[in-house]
């Protein structure tokens, strides 16, 4: 009960600040990734500073016990990165983007989820094909992170310094750049 | 605040931090932010309404269900118990974020134009106006996004924005050669 709660209330939450950053307009996703715009590029590099900042901090501080959940690394997450890039610039969505968007009405989110749904159905079933090749060999050891989360089984790229100094200065030089690159022209 | 909340967009300083506040509570209070396996779960659901031994109990599986499909049946059928149980938290997730997104137009203080819902302009500028040509492309898209996103494991969510906050390798992975794609692609095909 609490869990379908939480669901909605953040699902809500993050739909409409997704629709209100710019993010669910494909003009301003292709303005971005053909360099003619950094509204998105700021957004984007100050959400995951202004985030990972308040993890590391309130985790260090023991105020949460956060969730932490990292994916693991392998040959797919970078030849499945180089087929999502080549759909995202065509299309100008991606898949949380067409959500919001498409709850708004638009129609050209709903044909890009319809292309979605066929895209999954397909990978379904020729998943039993491909689960046996290079595609699914790990890289740094599978769930790997930069710095000690404080999970145990991930592998910890970079031992040795304060784990609060490198997450926290990631962060920061992410939101440094967000404020550095130029303010974006109006549409 | 009811003036803010109506903004058609705010600027990228509002957007960037309160975006990395849903990101920051979702994996303070439940998990990381995740979309692209409600796609799988939803083919899934309409799959099993038609054959209905896509998805069974199983007690000798992890999660209580099997399925034939290799894919459902993977991690001891996790997708295959959200199949058959489809009222949970991720699930419901995304359906509330159909209900953001409308929310965030319906209170809007200006609409946008017709023509910008119909196309952007930038695909209008590159290829025409033709409708038939944009829902073609814009299928292809979807259909590229969601292989990829699910061979790659996540999204620009899950691995993007919820993996870099967690200085997950994986996320800066995904993050890196999305954009070394995507950057020429688009400055390829959309030149003027």
Known sequence: MTQTVLAIVFGLLFGFVLYRSGAANPQRIIDMLRLKDAHLVKVILMAIGTSSLLLFISANMGLIAPHFSVKTAYVGVVVGAVIFGAGWALS?????????????????????????????????????????????????????????????????????????SVAGGLAILFIIIAFILPASKKI | ????????????????ILLGLVFFVTVAVVKPIGVST???????????????????????????????NTYLNKSGGKYAKNIANPVNYSFIFVIAMFMGGFLAYRLQSSPDSKEDRSMPKVWRDNFGSS????????????FLVLVGARLAGGCSSGHMMSGMMQTSVSGYMFAIVTFLVAVPTARILYKR
């Not at chain 1, 067409?98 to 292309?115: E, M, N, P, Q």
């Not at chain 2, 605040?1 to 960037?16: A, C, K, Q, V």
């Open chain 1, 92 to 164: 100008g969505f991606c898949l949380g983007t067409s959500v919001a968007v498409a709850g708004t009405g638009r129609k050209d989110a709903w044909v890009f989820i319809l292309g979605g749904l066929l895209g999954a159905f397909v990978y379904m079933v020729i998943y039993s094909d491909i689960k046996d090749t290079v595609l699914f060999d790990k890289l740094f050891d599978g769930k790997a992170t930069l710095v000690d989360t404080g999970v145990s089984n991930y592998h910890i790229l970079i031992e040795g310094v304060s784990t609060m």
């Open chain 2, 38 to 68: 409600q796609f799988v779960i939803l083919d899934g659901i309409v799959w099993n309404s038609i054959s209905k031994d896509l998805v069974v109990k199983d007690e000798k599986a992890k999660k209580g269900y099997s399925s034939p």
């Open chain 2, 1 to 16: 605040m009811i003036g803010f909340l109506r903004n058609r967009e705010w600027n990228w300083l509002s957007s960037g």
């Open chain 2, 131 to 142: 409708s038939t040509k944009r829902y073609l492309f814009v299928f292809l898209g979807g």
